[in-house]
Structure formats: structure tokens, C-alpha cells
């Protein structure tokens, strides 16, 4: 039987007084792909900075990896990508992943391979000595995921991983997640394309006006196109 790999209970957010978040709750199991939905401003990155203590909620029960605060340990297991990035533009790509490197209890001995590997997965050997301020963004978007799993997470949280990419890297993003979930990496994303969520999730939440509207549904179970699912669950509860 697959643990829980990450337990959210009833978490309630402030932001200048006004309640964001209203008992939100759900659950990832072990080696899921888990996806997060919602409409427009239902304060989904806000949900993910909670749970990982990136700022405090005001009412909580989180676990993450079986602990309810995240040792030194722990957070080496977890990683995060942001959906807008900030890179050193004056680094190279080797040398961001190079300081990244540093924030983890990693051997030294392994690192240029590792940067090659990720290079290679992401399809930017190529431009390894380009400075990062010459990018386009597109290029950036994979630079970020690349970093993000330079710890083989066993956790790993992707705010919008697809934003900017055209089909032939949205698949190899996609492609990048199942092989992640074969090597027993969780992962837990935010996406607003439906046709992607329908191929590699397994399970999914909608959020909307601050609460949990559709809790841990798995996608072999819909009898409908996610598109008309999720349309319909929004207008019933608007």
C-alpha cells in the first residue's frame, strides 16, 4: 500500500487580513503524479508556499515526507520550481548548477556528470557556456527544471513547469515527469493545460474562491474530458 508522501489538512491563509485559503485540504501518495487546478486568482501558489513553510498560514495540520516541520534531511528530499524564476544572468549555465549543487549534502566527485545528464535531459548541452542573460525564456524554463531536480527529489513541487514551452518541449517536460515517477520521485504541479494533466496524472484537486471544490479524484475515473469536468465543477460551485 502506497504511503503519503505529503498530508495537507485544513490549511487557512491571510493576506492583508482578507482569508485566501479556507480549509484546504488533500493528500499525494507515494510516486503520484498529482496535479493542482484552478481558475484564475484561487491562490494556488500561495497553497504550495505554505506547505513547503515558505510563508506560515494561520491554521494548519502539513506533512511533508512524515514530518510535521522539515529537518535539514527532509528538505534535502524536496525541491521546488517556481513558475517565475529569477537566475543569475551573469552565471553560466554549468556555473548556476554548480552553486545549486552547494545547497545539498552532494559528492563533489559527481558533479560535472551530473550536469551533463541534466543538460542532456533538458536539450541544452549545446549552450552550456552561454551566460544565462543571453537566453530567451523558453530556455530559461528548462534551465529551472533542470536545477530543480539536481537533488533527485523525492518530493518535487512545479509552479506552471510548461508555461512558455511549445509542443516538442512540452513533451519532453512530460516525458521528464514519467521518468521522474519511475524513479520514485512524487511529483505535485500546476498546469493550466488539460490535455497534459489528462496524459501522466494520476490523481488531481480543483481550488476555487479559496476552498478545495474536487478532492484527490483520480483521472481514470472521469467519464468526461477533464476540460468539460472541470468547467462544470467551477460553474456549480461559482
Not at 44 to 62: A, D, G, H, V, Y
Not at 72 to 80: D, L, Q, R
Request: aromatic letters at 18%; one cysteine or more; hydrophobic letters at 45%.
Amino acid at each position: 500500500m502506497s504511503k503519503k508522501v505529503l498530508e495537507v489538512l485544513e490549511i487557512t491563509k491571510k493576506l492583508s487580513w482578507e482569508e485566501v485559503l479556507h480549509n484546504v485540504s488533500f493528500e499525494v501518495l507515494e510516486w503520484e503524479i498529482y496535479w493542482f487546478l484552478w481558475p484564475n486568482w484561487a491562490w494556488k501558489t500561495t497553497t504550495m508556499k505554505c506547505i513547503m513553510w515558505l510563508i506560515t498560514p494561520e491554521s494548519w495540520n502539513i506533512k511533508v515526507l512524515w514530518e510535521e516541520w522539515l529537518t535539514i534531511e527532509g528538505k534535502n528530499k524536496v525541491w521546488f520550481m517556481p513558475e517565475n524564476t529569477y537566475l543569475y544572468k551573469y552565471l553560466t549555465w554549468r556555473e548556476f548548477l554548480r552553486f545549486n549543487w552547494k545547497f545539498f549534502w552532494l559528492h563533489w566527485d559527481k558533479l560535472e556528470e551530473k550536469i551533463d545528464e541534466l543538460l542532456k535531459k533538458v536539450g541544452l548541452n549545446w549552450a552550456s557556456d552561454k551566460y544565462l542573460h543571453e537566453y530567451s525564456k523558453w530556455m530559461l524554463q528548462r534551465i529551472w527544471l533542470a536545477q530543480s531536480i539536481i537533488n533527485n527529489p523525492k518530493l518535487l513541487f512545479l509552479d506552471e513547469p510548461m508555461s512558455w514551452l511549445d509542443p516538442i518541449w512540452r513533451k519532453m517536460v512530460k516525458d521528464l515527469l514519467v521518468e521522474l515517477k519511475k524513479s520514485w520521485t512524487t511529483i505535485f504541479f500546476n498546469t493550466h493545460i488539460l490535455a497534459d494533466v489528462e496524459s501522466i496524472c494520476d490523481k488531481f484537486s480543483i481550488i476555487n474562491k479559496w476552498n478545495i471544490i474536487v478532492q484527490n479524484k483520480e483521472v481514470k475515473s472521469l467519464t468526461k474530458h477533464l476540460e468539460d469536468f472541470f468547467i462544470e465543477e467551477i460553474e456549480k460551485n461559482s
